[in-house]
T-cell receptor, first 114, second 111 residues
């Protein structure tokens, strides 16, 4: 099993450009998440999905959109990139249980917006 | 609002020198407390889930414990390969799966 994979690994954008980050998981997990990680700050939730065809806003959703057309894939889009979106982006997935819900993370995408 | 505070921010140990990392939390109904390990340039790697006060879990040189207000990650006789950032996170009992992460403790083990 590959677990959670993310593409691309690195990307440099100019202000105003758009891009899509792809996350895929092969663990048949229902829930998927997008986080960003910045120096001196904990992981912050951007958007999440509790199942195919559903998405919801997290803590810092502005400037991002997501889609989950297939259970195994979760896409994060930046329509008009800004320097404040320079960050490392992590995708995660989990299988919901009545108690606890450990998330499994991908390797990350390092995005720089100039 | 849920909060997770980890201390110290950084810790430098000699190989074999045991120590503990602290995670203090406030959460509206704890459903789970998680410990992750993160190596530079990589995603967090799941270590443990603790569900209730008094619970303990072990994995090799790591032992995690939980009280009603904090969790400790004890590292016994650490080795250089234990060097990493250790993240603590809590899941509340709210309507959606909101996990709040701490900033982490960066551990360096010197040979």
């Amino acid at each position: 099993n590959a677990g959670v994979t993310q593409t691309p690994k690195f990307r440099v954008l100019k202000t105003g450009q758009s891009m899509t980050l792809l996350c895929a998981q092969d663990m048949n997990h229902e829930y998927m998440y997008w986080y960003r990680q910045d120096p001196g700050m904990g992981l912050r939730l951007i958007h999440y999905s509790v199942g195919e065809g559903t998405t919801a806003k997290g803590e810092v959703p502005d400037g991002y959109n997501v889609s989950r057309l297939k259970k195994q894939n979760f896409l994060l889009g930046l329509e008009s990139a800004a320097p404040s979106q320079t960050s490392v982006y992590f995708c995660a997935s989990s299988y919901p249980r009545t108690s606890g819900n450990e998330q499994f993370f991908g390797p990350g995408t390092r995005l720089t917006v100039l | 609002e849920d909060q997770v505070t980890q201390s110290p921010e950084a810790l430098r140990l000699q190989e074999g020198e045991s120590s503990s990392l602290n995670c203090s939390y406030t959460v509206s109904g704890l459903r789970g407390l998680f410990w992750y390990r993160q190596d530079p340039g990589k995603g967090p790697e799941f270590l443990f889930t603790l569900y209730s006060a008094g619970e303990e879990k072990e994995k090799e040189r790591l032992k995690a414990t939980l009280t009603k207000k904090e969790s400790f990650l004890h590292i016994t006789a650490p080795k250089p390969e234990d060097s990493a950032t250790y993240l603590c996170a809590v899941l509340n009992s709210g309507g959606y799966q909101k996990v709040t992460f701490g900033i982490g403790t960066k551990l360096q083990v010197i040979p």
